[in-house]
């Protein structure tokens, strides 16, 4: 069991080579229970690398990574159970398109937890509840706007009621009128006191909801503050940059 | 005899057609049969291997690659001549139906796991990620979330590639199998007339055409809508 006052998800020292690209070099990074950290960074700074090695859909080149306690990287560890702990929304909402909004999220319930059907149904309803989507239950991802889709794929994660969520640049691939939903949807998991990894540039989120901001550059990690610290007082050259040019739009 | 009455009594002689077409009635039912057989294994054998190579064994996938390239580039009536002329000089030899069957099903199964294959490539990666990052395992991944998709995406080349190569049990007719060609055949053989053959035509037809009909319909209901 974990200690209570220990970080739920703790990465040390993470290395990560595509062949003779090396994306992260040696970042550490632990997150609190309740915490929603937010990872920022220029495109090739390697935070979604980072996010994508905490629940090793990427193999670290090199590192530790222990999340709720279970040693990720353990050859022995079953990564399938493990993984269910670790909740992610990915930017191309990644909807299986030949299921429902239910079947999308009631998948995993059945096939991995082995709930019987009508039980799956039902927990996966009360997830989609959670995002206010109980009445598009029964249309398939087709049919849905992008905004509805992420929030039916940050359903399909907090239905097997994981201890972390992952969220990799969730407002990326959407229309600007679409955001908000998806926005709101990530505010109330937060307030319900879910713990939070988010990549994205949603600068007003972070400002409201983040308890801290990682900034990544160059595989790793050049400053970490409060949002107001790191928005408005940056201390690194490159932070300050980075920093000026989102603000720009 | 005007050239006109000559052609009619070549290829539509009400006497001969009476006379030959409880034979090609015969050959169509063998048609069927053999074709219904081809079908079943050859798509059956193309979907393993194209299962089988999505496991990423890499000696496995160079011996699929193989077998698929070699019956893909041979021509169906080698493959059939081979195992039937060529299998008993190695003490085994086949019926002409079974030599039939078994080289059409080869050839099928060669293509169909090509079809396969790029169905199963072109289900987005996003997909496997989503699954697997559910703690779904990389069996319920594969035939729950990635297959549904690719087959749904190879239905319209599926049913072109089976119809093609289910046309091919008229090769069938070389090796004395009496299917439609070769009960048409036999027919022109000893009537010195070729109505048969028209019968012969026109049995393809009636059996084909409903096919290429379905085929179409296939393809639009399974247009995929995104």
């Known amino acids: 069991m974990p200690k209570a006052t220990g970080p739920i998800v703790e990465a040390r020292g993470i290395h990560k080579h595509f062949g003779a690209l090396h994306v992260l070099k040696g970042v550490d990074l632990a997150v609190h229970e309740r915490e929603l950290v937010f990872v920022i960074g220029p495109s090739g700074s390697g935070k979604s690398t980072l996010l994508r090695c905490l629940n090793r859909l990427e193999e670290p080149s090199g590192g530790a990574i222990t999340v709720d306690g279970i040693d990720i990287l353990d050859r022995r560890t079953d990564i399938n159970k493990a993984r269910q702990r670790i909740g992610m929304v990915f930017q191309a909402f990644n909807l299986y398109p030949h299921m429902t909004a239910l079947g999308n999220v009631a998948l995993a319930l059945r096939k991995v937890q082995g709930l019987p059907r009508a039980m799956a149904e039902d927990k996966a309803r009360r997830a989609l509840e959670r995002v206010h989507l109980a009445d598009r239950a029964g249309h398939y991802p087709g049919q849905l706007s992008g905004g509805q889709q992420q929030r039916v794929a940050i359903a399909r994660a907090i239905a097997l009621e994981p201890r972390v969520m992952l969220f990799d640049e969730p407002t990326s691939a959407l229309d600007p009128e679409l955001v908000g939903g998806v926005l709101a949807a990530m505010r109330e998991l937060r307030e319900s006191g879910m713990t939070m990894v988010v990549v994205s540039h949603e600068m007003g989120f972070a400002r409201a909801a983040a308890d801290r901001v990682v900034f990544m550059d160059g595989g790793r990690i050049v400053e970490e503050g409060q949002p107001e610290a790191i928005f408005g007082n940056p201390q690194q050259e490159r932070t300050r940059a980075f920093i000026g040019q989102i603000s720009r739009h | ?226």
């Open chain 2, 1 to 226: 005899m005007t050239n006109w009455d000559r052609f009619l009594d070549s290829f539509f002689n009400a006497r001969v057609a009476a006379e030959y077409l409880p034979k090609i009635v015969e050959g169509f039912w063998l048609t069927i049969l053999l074709a219904g057989c081809i079908i079943l294994a050859g798509v059956a054998a193309g979907l393993a291997l194209a299962v089988l190579r999505s496991l990423g064994i890499r000696p496995l996938n160079w011996l699929i690659i193989f077998v698929v390239d070699l019956f893909r580039a041979l021509p169906p009536l080698v493959v059939i001549a081979l195992l039937y002329f060529g299998l008993p000089a190695a003490g085994l030899s086949l019926s002409g139906f079974a030599a039939a069957w078994l080289s059409l099903s080869l050839v099928l199964m060669a293509f169909t796991e090509e079809i396969f294959w790029a169905g199963i490539t072109a289900v987005p990666k996003g997909q496997w990620e989503a699954a697997r990052s559910t703690g779904l395992g990389f069996f319920p991944t594969f035939s729950l979330v990635v297959l549904p998709q690719a087959l749904r995406m190879v239905v319209p080349p599926l049913t072109n590639r089976t119809i093609a190569i289910t046309k091919g049990t008229a090769l069938a007719s070389v090796v004395a199998v009496p299917e439609i060609l070769g009960a048409a055949q036999a027919g022109v053989s000893f009537s010195f007339n070729p109505t048969p053959l028209t019968l012969g035509a026109i049995a393809y037809l009636v059996l084909f055409l409903p096919v290429v009909i379905l085929g179409r319909w296939v393809e639009t209901r399974f247009a995929w809508k995104r």
